[in-house]
């Protein structure tokens, strides 16, 4: 069983910077993907940004440029550094783990307000 933890949420003014975490734990990770997603208020969950385990990643149009994915395969975890935040950037951000040897686990989710 793999289990995700998100940290890192919280309210941020616009122009403002968060960075949020992700510790995967369970087993060993071989051909995996991690990602960033999130869920805004009345709309579909959406892909931000994500990253593969020989660390190729991809962006979301709306966030290219201001958002950043990175890992630490030593500590297991995922990184989303957020500049520039917008007040569309709110949103419930989960992160998410897959693969052929994994299976499909999501984390529970961390709350980004960004409001002034």
Request: net charge positive; hydrophobic share 30%.
């Amino acid at each position: 069983q793999v289990q995700l933890v998100e940290s890192g949420g919280g309210l941020v003014q616009p122009g403002g910077s968060l960075r949020l975490s992700c510790a995967a734990s369970g087993r060993t990770f071989t051909m995996y993907t991690m990602g960033w997603y999130r869920q805004a208020p009345g709309k579909q969950r959406e892909s931000v940004a994500t990253i593969t385990s020989s660390s190729s990643t991809s962006y979301a149009g709306s966030v290219r440029g201001r958002f950043a994915i990175s890992q630490d395969n030593a500590k297991n975890t995922v990184y989303l550094q957020m500049n520039s935040l917008k007040p569309e950037d709110t949103a419930v951000y989960y992160c998410r783990i897959w693969g052929p040897y994994i299976g499909d686990y999501w984390g529970q989710g961390t709350q980004v307000t960004v409001s002034s």
